[in-house]
């Protein structure tokens, strides 16, 4: 069941998975934990190219940006009781600079934020023609 669109980032908690529709559709599944206080963890599915170079790039521990369609899911436990995990059906991924095996591209840090002071703005109205579109 589909719930909506979402963006997520976190730290990869559990390594990708490959495995094979019976269509021969490269899946790649992994866990991230997106919080950095407790273990928060959110599935993420790639198919197709995705899956592909989520296999070869990401592994555990590398920060990423999770882009895709949350869902919801039941899965069954060992002693048969069901569970409800949350889900994203990937279909964009990035690395964040600081993980394992990127180089980061630019000197701010990624937990950087850049905060505006009220000064910073000004209560004037942009007229029509200053709109570059």
């Keep these: 069941?589909?719930?909506a669109k979402a963006v997520?980032?976190?730290t990869v908690y559990r390594a990708p998975e490959k495995r094979f529709t019976s269509n021969n559709v490269p899946i790649s599944a992994f866990a991230m934990n997106i919080s950095d206080t407790e273990e928060t963890l959110v599935r993420v599915i790639a198919k197709g190219n995705l899956a592909q170079t989520v296999e070869e790039t990401v592994q555990k521990g590398d920060r990423v940006v999770v882009e895709g369609r949350l869902q919801n899911n039941t899965i069954k436990n060992e002693d048969g009781s069901e569970r409800r995990i949350v889900e994203i059906d990937a279909y964009?991924?990035?690395k964040l600079?600081?993980?394992s095996n990127s180089t980061p591209s630019a000197k701010a840090s990624p937990?950087?934020?850049?905060?505006f002071g009220q000064t910073d703005f000004s209560d004037d109205l942009i007229g029509e023609d200053e709109i570059p579109f």
Excluded: R
């Design 97 to 99: 600079a600081g993980s």
């Design 8 to 10: 997520i980032s976190g």
């Design 1 to 3: 069941m589909s719930l």
């Design 92 to 94: 964009a991924l990035e």
């Design 111 to 115: 937990d950087t934020l850049v905060q």
